[in-house]
Structures are given as structure tokens and as C-alpha cells.
């Protein structure tokens, strides 16, 4: 403990090391405030200032400020410039800059956002954003007028979560845009949309999206608390504001999905997770979520039950082929020879007679390899990309077989080891999945499969014990709720899924009628007759 800090005294939060100046009032010169904003932008040449004056008839000065590049230029001149240059009291009458003020607030601006301000630390912000400022000279309070119109990507189809079937169009890098799309989805009055500014440089702009009585108010309560504690100088991207608030810090296992399609983030705000768009990215987070939502796809519910259960279970088998293939390979190869048929055992001897590296060696050599491939296609331009697989897999795999560095074997391991990793849907547990591979085969290079077996279980007493906002990860499989495994290795059919995946502090509630199988008009009629018929009471 510091010296200067006595025992009992509260901890105070170190500041963020920035030039933000004080709150400045503005002051009554005009000039001065111009000098002013021009001496905080160092004089930017993207910093548009215009005067206006009507003098000698009118004594009325303004300054109309805004950047170029962020404002809609023809917003500026037709709902700003145009309806004051034009304006005829402003132009024959003598008005007293408060009098013009009030005109101009009320009369002249026919833009959709105007707001007003006494700082320029309030200000300021807002001509970032697109808004045009209006200064005027002998008062302290200035208009700004939402003009913002800046150039936007349009939207296009997801890159990272592709569907064969379902919607095509997934999430830009504009915040509004974001919103807007999921209001499309959810035309509800319960959507809740509770804006953040994070970043004392960046002022990036967060949008917390939830459905109100369906997400659960203690979730909402300690993302606020979370986001609110967030003291930095940027947000750049959502991977900050994930790291900022996720639980379990010093896990690999991912505690926060992020979706770049407003169709997935709808259908976890139905089930009562919170959505957190960021201002700047086209990926978005959902959270709390659990183990098993992260081998949930969209496409889940776009196509039969029965093909999406057998995908999905097909997925969790992936799973633990990317994690333990070669570590099995391994140890079976190094410690428990015993284990493969004598057919099979000599054709690995025969591969492997003229390999000078043992199997760990082998094993990191190609797993290193491929992962070098994998980050050259991904920074290599697209139309290389193409002559990279070819490299990696014609000539770096056969080449390296008949060197005599590897086995064949070695190759499919390490190549079905990589397709399966690849068949996992999110890419932040795939991710994870490589770390924990590594790890493992350095385990099983030393201790064989018992070393796998103790890691295994290590590995599952962490899981079990993650929280995602009060959430157990591993829910609702531990604590298991019998119930709610509809959705989690296989996926029912719709009509049999009435009720919302429960988790502890999720809310129940009924997301659909009773009865809802689809059966002929005659067989439901039937059915109808013959329930019980409720008893008439005798009016008597």
C-alpha cells in the first residue's frame, strides 16, 4: 500500500491520461468563441466556419460551423443556410439577438434535431457527429442543428456468418443503421434502445438493445454498471467493449457471442439476452451467453428440425475432433501402440520409418504451418488468395511427405483437424479451440492419454465454473433443467418450443400458443370433441 494512502481510505481510479480541457462556458464575443473552437481543432481545414451579418439594418451576427466530409451538403444549404439567408425578419426588422435566437430555435430550422448547448465541451461532440453549429454574438447559448450525412457502406451479405438459406443482409458500421434494422425485425414497443458515449477521444457511440419484460433486470443492471465503469480514451471496435465487461478474464473460453446478422441478435433478444451495438464495427454483442449458444446457427431454424439437429450435432462432434484429434494421434502413436489393430499399426511404423522428427514435433511443424497459410489468405489480397491454398496444399503437404519431415498420416490429421475447425459457427470459440489443441499436445506428448483424461477434466471443472452475467456457462445442462434441452444438442420441432430457454436470472415467459402442431381440420375436430367438456352449471 502507498505511503500517502491511509488504512480505511477509498481507492480513487487513476485518470485517463488525455488533453481533455475543463468545461469552458461560452463567453458573449462571438470572436472569441471562434478563436476558441478554431485554437481547440488547430485550425483544421475540414473545419467550415461562415459569418453571417445584416449590419447596418440589423446589428445580428452568427457563425454557422460544421465539417466537411460529415455533413449532407445539401442538408446544410437547404435547411440551415437557405431558410436564414432568405429569412425576412432577420432581414428587415431590428432584433435583439435574444429575440432572433428564439426566431431561429423555433421558426427557421426544418431539420428533424436541433439541440442546444452553453460549452463547447458540449458542442464540440455534437459538430464531430455531422451537426452544424450556430453561434450567435452576444449570447451564450449556440444551436446545433443535425445535418450529419457522411458517406456509408451499404449493406451486403455477412462475410463471417454465411447462410445458404435466410436473410442476406448483415450489420455496416453505422450505429443507426443497426438499430434501424432490428426495428424492422421487431416492431414492438417493448424494444429498448439506452445510448452510451465510451471513449474520451473517440466518443463512440454504444446503443444497449433489449426487449422490455423478457431480459432479465439484474443482467441489465450490471451491463449498465459495467459499461459505466469504462474508463478509457477510445473504443475502436467491439472486441474493447467485450474485453471491458466480459467474466472470466483469464479464460479461453468466449463469454460474449458477437453476430454480424441483425436477424441472429433478434432472435437472442426474443430469447432475453441484451444486444450491444457499436458505433463503427458491423459486429455487435449479445451476451450472457452460454457454452452451447455458440454452436447455435441462424440457419438452425431457417431449415427442418431434423436436418438442423443432425448438423448440430455434427458441429459438437467437430468439436472435439479439433481439439483432440492430434493429441490422440499422439499418444497413441508414442505411449499406447497397444491400442491400434497390427494392420493399421504397421502402416503407421512403415510412414513414419524414415520421419527424423517425433510425432510432437510433426504435429506443431503442420499445425504452425497451416496456421501460417491461414493468416497469409486471410491478409492476402483476394485475388492471391487462391495460389496460397495451392501452395499450402499441393506443394507444402506433398512436398513435406516426400522430404520425408512428416507422415502422411500426420497430413489428414492435421488437415481433417483444421476442417473441423472450421465447421464450428462462431469464430471466437473456434479460436479458443486452436489455443486449447496445443496445449494438449504437449500434454499427451509427456503423459500419454492420462495426461489428456486429467487435462479433460481440469478443463471442465473451469467451465463448469464461468459465469456470463450471473449465468452459469454450461446452462441448462449444469444445473441441468430437462426441460430446456430443446434447443441445446438437438433442436425440436418449433410447435413443441412454447417456453423461452430459461437460465437463473432469465425471465420465463411463453413465447407461443399450446397445440400448435399442424394436423388436419378432421383430427383436430376430433380431438377438440373429445376433451372433457367443462360442466354446465344449473342456472338454478
Do not use: C
Not at 478554431?38 to 445580428?60: A, M, Y
Amino acid at each position: 500500500m502507498p505511503q500517502h494512502q491511509q488504512k480505511g481510505q477509498k481507492k480513487t481510479r487513476d485518470p485517463v491520461e488525455t488533453s481533455v480541457p475543463a468545461p469552458l462556458p461560452l463567453q458573449l464575443s462571438l470572436e472569441n468563441n471562434l478563436q476558441e473552437i478554431k485554437r481547440r481543432t488547430g485550425n483544421s481545414s475540414d473545419i467550415v466556419i461562415r459569418t453571417f451579418t445584416n449590419e447596418p439594418l440589423n446589428p445580428l451576427s452568427l457563425a454557422f460551423i460544421y465539417v466537411d466530409g460529415l455533413v449532407n451538403a445539401d442538408s446544410v444549404n437547404q435547411t440551415v443556410l437557405q431558410p436564414l439567408m432568405e429569412s425576412v425578419p432577420l432581414k428587415s426588422q431590428e432584433l435583439p439577438p435574444a429575440a432572433a435566437y428564439a426566431l431561429i430555435k423555433d421558426q427557421m430550422l426544418p431539420v428533424g434535431g436541433v439541440s442546444e448547448g452553453k460549452t463547447l465541451e458540449a458542442l464540440l461532440p455534437l459538430l464531430f457527429e455531422g451537426y452544424t453549429l450556430i453561434l450567435f454574438d452576444g449570447i451564450q447559448t449556440a444551436l446545433a442543428a443535425d445535418t450529419s450525412g457522411w458517406e456509408k457502406r451499404s449493406i451486403n451479405e455477412p462475410t463471417s456468418q454465411g447462410v445458404i438459406r435466410g436473410p442476406k443482409e448483415g450489420f455496416t458500421e453505422s450505429l443507426r443503421t443497426g438499430t434501424s434494422m432490428l426495428r424492422r425485425r421487431l416492431k414492438t414497443t417493448d424494444l429498448r434502445i439506452e445510448e452510451y458515449k465510451i471513449g474520451q477521444r473517440t466518443q463512440t457511440g454504444i446503443a444497449l438493445v433489449y426487449l422490455a419484460g423478457i431480459a432479465s433486470e439484474q443482467v441489465l443492471a450490471e451491463i449498465r454498471r459495467r459499461l459505466d465503469a469504462i474508463n478509457t480514451d477510445s473504443i475502436l471496435e467491439s472486441n474493447y467493449i467485450e474485453e471491458f465487461i466480459q467474466d472470466g478474464g483469464l479464460t479461453p473460453f468466449p463469454t460474449i457471442q458477437n453476430t454480424e446478422r441483425p436477424d441472429a441478435m433478434a432472435g437472442g433478444i426474443l430469447e432475453g439476452q441484451v444486444g450491444i451495438i457499436i458505433d463503427g464495427t458491423p459486429f455487435a454483442l449479445l451476451a450472457p451467453s452460454t457454452f452451447f449458444n455458440f454452436f447455435q446457427s441462424s440457419e438452425d431454424y431457417y431449415q427442418r428440425y431434423d436436418i438442423s439437429s443432425f448438423l448440430r450435432l455434427i458441429r459438437y462432434g467437430a468439436f472435439f475432433v479439433s481439439m483432440l484429434l492430434p493429441a490422440l494421434y499422439i499418444a497413441v502413436t508414442t505411449f499406447h501402440q497397444e491400442m491400434l489393430p497390427t494392420t493399421l499399426l504397421i502402416s503407421l511404423a512403415a510412414q513414419r520409418e524414415g520421419v527424423p522428427l517425433p510425432a510432437l514435433a510433426e504435429a506443431l511443424l503442420m499445425e504452425l504451418t497451416f496456421d501460417v497459410l491461414r493468416e497469409a489468405g486471410v491478409r492476402m489480397p483476394r485475388t492471391i488468395g487462391p495460389a496460397i491454398s495451392i501452395v499450402g496444399a499441393l506443394v507444402l503437404g506433398q512436398a513435406a511427405v516426400q522430404a520425408g519431415l512428416v507422415s502422411a498420416a500426420m497430413v489428414i490429421v492435421v488437415s481433417f483437424t483444421a476442417i473441423s475447425n472450421f465447421v464450428i459457427p462462431s469464430l471466437a470459440i473456434a479460436n479458443s479451440i486452436r489455443l486449447i489443441r496445443f496445449v494438449m499436445m504437449f500434454i499427451a506428448s509427456t503423459l500419454g492419454l492420462f495426461g489428456i483424461m486429467s487435462f479433460l477434466m481440469v478443463l471442465l471443472i473451469h467451465v463448469a465454473g464461468l459465469r456470463s452475467f450471473g449465468v452459469p456457462y454450461l446452462s441448462p445442462v449444469a444445473p441441468m433443467i430437462p426441460r430446456y434441452l430443446k434447443d441445446v444438442f438437438i433442436r425440436v420441432p418449433l410447435w413443441t418450443m412454447n417456453m423461452r430457454p430459461k437460465t437463473d436470472l432469465g425471465k420465463e415467459t411463453r413465447r407461443q400458443g399450446a397445440n400448435q402442431k399442424p394436423q388436419p381440420v378432421e383430427t383436430a375436430s376430433q380431438q377438440q370433441a373429445d376433451q372433457p367438456q367443462p360442466r354446465k352449471e344449473d342456472p338454478l
